[in-house]
């Protein structure tokens, strides 16, 4: 996984885990944070596989920290989606 780089601005972020009781509990308690925004969930509605997030550049490299130490939740930039790689 490539190191997310802290920094001035914000960003979307992709927050995933195969365990979704996992990423179930982060989205809870996520909304203790101000500083992490929940733009939406993908997957079945009570146990979401994926989140999307705004959040400051050097937000998403300390969680991506904590993710590494713990194992259980990923994180990574929001790319834009395109058809066939053509942008």
Known sequence: MRA???GPGSGR???SSVDTG??????QSSYQDPGLQLIDTLGPIGAP?????DMAHAKAAE????F?????????PDQPLSM???S
């Open 22 to 27: 996992k990423l179930s509990q982060f989205i």
């Open 84 to 86: 066939f790689g053509i």
């Open 49 to 53: 596989h994926t989140a999307v997030y």
């Open 68 to 76: 590494t130490q713990s194992g259980d939740l990923k994180i990574e």
């Open 63 to 66: 969680l991506q920290r904590r």
């Open 4 to 6: 997310i780089e802290g």
């Open 13 to 15: 972020y992709i927050v």
